[in-house]
């Protein structure tokens, strides 16, 4: 048994254990041991290499896993067996080594036959959607921002009671791939405004919406030339809101907004929370 904050489902090798503030160990199984036993989960978990390795996205990885267990959905993760998408390949123009990856993850996947998959990264969600089917990869995939929404409509999820954001202003940052590039602009607004707080829009948002500076595979490249860094510009716009809080959906869109607050000396002000980690705070979770 492994512990999820040391190497999320990606690195984990059997069950990993997740503790809450309320001091409860949190099993989270993976496909393996699932089929093992004779059980099928109703959604898989695709964690993503940001979700599995990067200090802060592990933390987004906690908060999903705590409103799956809160709400007592039958979940798994794929562990040692989950590898990248491809999408970073793909994106830098590498062909061949995306479609080695995902034919890779095609493959477990089917062997497990999975129907349906709930990601936390929208760069995942984009790849395992419309490009995977292509390959022989076809599921049910969601966002999740859109369990959250779905788990709000069926009031599995009572964020409305809570004052955890009372009185906070909140503006909501687009990530690319899942505003512009899948049309999701509602699923992670619906979870704000469920909040006892101020929902603001930035003066560049959905459709207009501009990029956290990280898309294309260029959060894994230093950045051209030019006269500043896509992320101080969206921090710009997210300081012109007044909000306390700027919300994100994505582990790349949380690192360029963490960067920009960092750069424009905000960190006392501007808090950067991903929608998961919202609406897991306002249950109490």
Not at 28 to 42: F, I, L, N, S
Not at 84 to 91: E, F, I, L, N, S
Request: hydrophobic share 35%.
């Amino acid at each position: 048994m492994e512990e999820l904050n040391q190497d999320i489902p990606r690195n984990s090798t059997a069950n990993s254990e997740i503790e809450n503030p309320k001091s409860e160990v949190l099993v989270v199984p993976t496909m393996a041991q699932m089929m093992a036993e004779g059980k099928t989960p109703e959604i898989l978990f695709w964690v993503g290499c940001a979700g599995s390795f990067d200090e802060r996205a592990q933390k987004i990885t906690r908060s999903i896993c705590k409103i799956l267990h809160h709400v007592g959905m039958s979940y798994a993760v794929l562990g040692t067996e989950e590898s990248c998408t491809g999408d970073p390949a793909k994106r830098a123009g590498n062909e061949f080594l995306f479609q080695m990856q995902a034919m890779a993850n095609i493959e477990v996947l089917n062997a497990y036959d999975v129907k349906k998959i709930v990601t936390g990264c929208p760069h995942c969600f984009n790849t395992i959607k419309n490009e995977y089917p292509q390959l022989g990869g076809s599921y049910e995939v969601i966002h999740h921002t859109q369990l959250i929404q779905q788990l709000i409509d069926e009031g599995k999820l009572k964020t409305q009671d809570d004052e955890s954001f009372k009185g906070k202003r909140i503006t909501y940052h687009d990530a690319c791939y899942l505003g512009r590039g899948n049309n999701v602009y509602e699923a992670p607004r619906s979870a704000l405004e469920v909040l006892d707080a101020e929902l603001i829009e930035m003066k560049r948002c959905k459709s207009n919406g501009l990029c956290c500076g990280a898309g294309g595979a260029q959060m894994f490249k230093e950045p051209e030339k030019g006269k500043r860094e896509v992320s101080d510009e969206r921090i710009d716009d997210v300081i012109e809101t007044k909000a306390n809080i700027v919300a994100s959906a994505c582990p790349f869109c949380m690192t360029m907004l963490r960067d920009g607050v960092k750069h424009h000396e905000k960190e006392q002000e501007i808090q950067v929370l991903d929608i998961a980690e919202i609406t897991a705070k306002a249950n109490g979770l």
